[in-house]
Nanobody, 114 residues
């Protein structure tokens, strides 16, 4: 059973930056398309960014130009660099495959507030 562990969240002011990390146990990480998802209070979980094993990326319109997804297959780790953060980016952020095939981790809270 592959386990996902997210980290790097926190409280940041509008316009600030955070870098999230997601580490997966197991050696099959490299074959999956990995995605970062988020869920704000009262809203459905949404996909914000995805990266294929070869490095091609895709972003939700709401984060395009501000967020960058990357991965290190040797470390079984995916990253989400978030710049120019806005209050509407406040959510719990999760990683999973795309589509989501694995058990969800605990997520990491990102709060954007002054």
């Amino acid at each position: 059973q592959v386990q996902l562990v997210e980290s790097g969240g926190g409280l940041v002011q509008p316009g600030g930056s955070l870098r999230l990390s997601c580490t997966a146990s197991g050696s099959i990480f490299s074959i999956f398309i990995m995605g970062w998802y988020r869920q704000a209070p009262g809203k459905q979980r949404e996909l914000v960014a995805a990266i294929a094993s070869g490095g091609s990326t895709d972003y939700a319109d709401s984060v395009k130009g501000r967020f960058t997804i990357s991965r290190d297959n040797a470390k079984n780790t995916a990253y989400l660099q978030m710049n120019s953060l806005k209050p509407e980016d406040t959510a719990v952020y999760y990683c999973n495959t795309r589509p989501s095939l694995l058990q969800w981790g605990q997520g990491t809270q990102v709060t954007v507030s002054s």
